[in-house]
């Protein structure tokens, strides 16, 4: 599954900030509407009884000072009127009109004598009234006429004996209240749609970082590093600075999880070093056993012999402790060539590299190893060649070359020639050294780099052989990251090898 899937079927942090900001708005208009439903008319109302209230107090105060007939107070009452759908009418102690704001103030003239005098009959009959307030020279009522028309209607006496009559319908608080409820409702649903919009651009704006950090952070997971998060605002805000710590544990991880691999990678190979390095353990002490076995049986029997006197004579005796001291020889030197062998592959002895003339490590040995070639009259062929220098261990180097040579003398057949080369390719010398017999039968030349392997074991046997000189030979070449090998011909056999000359 991958993200953008696993991330639509959860909500969506711009899905929830925007549902929360516009059931936040619709609830905010729906609590409004329901107040204004509720209270408005009520507000209305009041608001209304207080300018009757001022309306009279105000044709109260006028009448006591005289300045009823003024123009000042017409323009106060008017303006009162006008501003409260109101209207009053003031008469004095003979039921004259003294002021009215209507031109029906016959009607008004008789409401407010029903009300002074009879309050339940006449012609305006009262159908429901509803005392608001009483005071000492007034009263505030809540009347019906007979059309059902509803009236917030307030009376009383002022002055030297004046009566007023101030009124209001109740129907314009009515179509007020309406009105605003109405208006109110097209105004809350316009704020919900542009509230929307804004909310969800708001939100896209505010979510679509977080989604970038989700995406990141779901790449985390699954050890992906390669993306980053990259910040689309004019300033740096809070979740820009998360980004970059996001970015920086990225790299952080990163680091650290290849410094994991690679520190596994070496841990996997100590332990396969490790445990190579058992299996050659065992190896070794299993041939060397298997080796030391035949000479170890050898000196057992002829020191034996010797101590029961089989043979009294002097001669014989000789023989014997001959044997004893070849045996013994073969030995030493096996040992010898097995703990260099087990230094080389065990990694405990490091090439010392230098640069030196192998045309005369060459000759030297040559001239060493003379005796030998003439105990089994061997003619050594080696050309006149200038100086070639290498890089190289020399002594490890010499050791390949002796390996070589001596291998070469114990295999020499027919022509008994041994011929050493330098051919020189590139930046690389090759060394060889060839000798005339029997070539290596195909079935044995892949194994004769391999401890203890012989060819032919009777021969072996026969000069002291141990079959480990090829596999130092190896050992040598390998830790010197260098080639060698072997080449087989009709009348002999050629081992080689390679140094590095720059």
């Known amino acids: 599954m991958n993200n953008k899937n696993k991330h639509n079927k959860t909500h969506s942090i711009r ?20 107040l204004n439903l509720l209270f408005m008319e009520s507000f209305y109302v009041q608001n209304k009884r207080e300018a009757i209230i001022e ?47 209507t031109s029906d103030a016959e009607l008004l003239a008789k409401i407010l004598w029903e009300n002074m005098i009879n309050p339940s009959n006449g ?42 009559l101030v009124r209001s319908t109740m129907e314009s608080i009515k179509d007020n209240v309406a009105i605003s409820n109405t208006f109110m409702a097209y105004v809350g649903i316009v704020a919900i749609v542009a509230g929307s919009i804004v909310i969800l651009y ?66 996997k190979r100590d332990i396969a070093r490790k445990e190579e390095i058992d299996e050659m353990r065992k190896e070794f002490l299993s041939n060397v056993s298997h080796e030391l076995k035949t000479p170890i049986a050898l000196i057992q029997g002829y020191a034996e012999g010797l101590k029961e006197g089989i043979n009294d004579d002097e001669e014989s005796r000789n023989f014997y402790c001959e044997v004893i001291m070849d045996e013994a020889s073969k030995m030493n030197i096996m040992v010898k060539k097995l703990l260099t062998l087990n230094q ?6 490091n090439a010392n590299m230098e640069r030196f003339d192998i045309v005369e490590l060459i000759s030297n040995y040559i001239k060493s190893a003379e005796l030998l070639a003439k105990q089994k009259d061997v003619t050594i062929k080696f050309d006149h060649y200038e100086p070639i220098f290498v890089w190289g261990d020399e002594f490890k ?3 390949v070359l002796q390996n070589y040579y001596s291998n070469a003398l114990n295999h020499i057949d027919g022509d008994k020639i041994i011929e050493i080369k330098l051919v020189r390719n590139n930046n690389k010398v090759r060394v060889s050294v ?13 194994h004769i780099w391999e401890k203890f392997y012989k060819v032919d074991k009777a021969r072996t046997r026969e000069y002291g052989g141990s079959g480990v000189g090829l596999s130092i030979v190896k050992a040598i070449m390998e830790g010197m990251h260098q080639d060698y090998g072997v080449l087989n011909y009709d009348n002999g056999v050629e081992f080689y090898f390679e140094l590095e000359t720059k």
């Open 15 to 34: 899905f929830e900030i925007s549902m929360a900001f516009m059931l936040t708005m619709i609830g905010t208009f729906g609590l409004c509407l329901i």
């Open 55 to 101: 309306a009279y107090k105000s044709i109260d105060r006028a009448i006591s000072s005289g300045d009823i007939t003024s123009s000042e107070f017409d323009a106060e009452i008017l303006h009162i009127c006008e501003r409260y759908d109101i209207e009053m009418i003031v008469l004095d102690g003979d039921s004259k009109t003294v002021k009215s704001s």
């Open 434 to 446: 060839f000798n005339t017999g029997n070539p290596i039968p195909s079935d044995s030349i892949g």
């Open 344 to 349: 080389l592959e065990f990694g405990n002895d």
């Open 397 to 399: 180097i010499e050791e």
């Open 202 to 267: 708001i939100s896209k704006k505010v979510t679509d970082p977080i989604k970038k950090l989700y995406f990141i952070s779901d790449d985390m997971k699954m050890l992906n590093f390669e993306a980053k998060y990259e910040s689309d605002g004019y300033y740096h805000s809070e979740i820009d600075a998360l980004g970059e710590n996001m970015n920086d544990l990225s790299k952080t991880l990163e680091s650290t999880i290849k410094e994991l691999k690679n520190a596994n990678i070496v841990l």
């Open 123 to 164: 012609d305006y009959e009262i159908r429901n009234r509803t005392i608001l307030d009483v005071g000492e020279n007034y009263t505030l009522q809540r009347d019906s006429d007979k059309l059902g028309r509803q009236y917030l209607e307030m009376w009383g006496i002022v002055g030297n004996g004046n009566l007023v």
